[in-house]
Nanobody
């Protein structure tokens, strides 16, 4: 069973930085989509950033230029570097993943995750 464990959340002032990390067990499957989602009360969970097995990254418009998603060389640590944080970034952040043995039509389709971390809270004070 795959386990995803997030760390790095906390409270910062607006304009500050945080780096989130997600430790994951390795999969032998060569096709994957890994990402960070966030959720606030009363709202649906939102994809913040994704990275796939082609190395392609994608970001929600609200974080472009401020957040960077990356994967270490061993493909075991997923990170989200968050700079210039804003109060509206306050949310519970979740690591998410899906691996495929055969390449799907889209590596990161809507609703791709079938594994989730427990979440780590990020609070940005104005």
């Amino acid at each position: 069973q795959v386990q995803l464990v997030e760390s790095g959340g906390g409270s910062v002032q607006a304009g500050g930085s945080l780096r989130l990390s997600c430790a994951a067990s390795r999969s032998n499957y060569s096709n994957y989509c890994l990402g960070w989602f966030r959720q606030t009360p009363g709202n649906e969970r939102e994809a913040v950033a994704t990275i796939d097995s082609d190395g392609t990254t994608a970001y929600v418009d609200s974080v472009k230029g401020r957040f960077t998603i990356s994967l270490d060389n061993a493909n075991t640590i997923l990170s989200l570097q968050m700079d210039s944080l804003k109060p509206e970034d306050t949310a519970m952040y979740y690591c998410a993943a899906r691996w495929w043995s055969l390449r799907p039509t889209l590596l990161c389709p809507w609703g791709f995750p079938n594994y989730w971390g427990q979440g780590t809270r990020v609070t940005v004070s104005s």
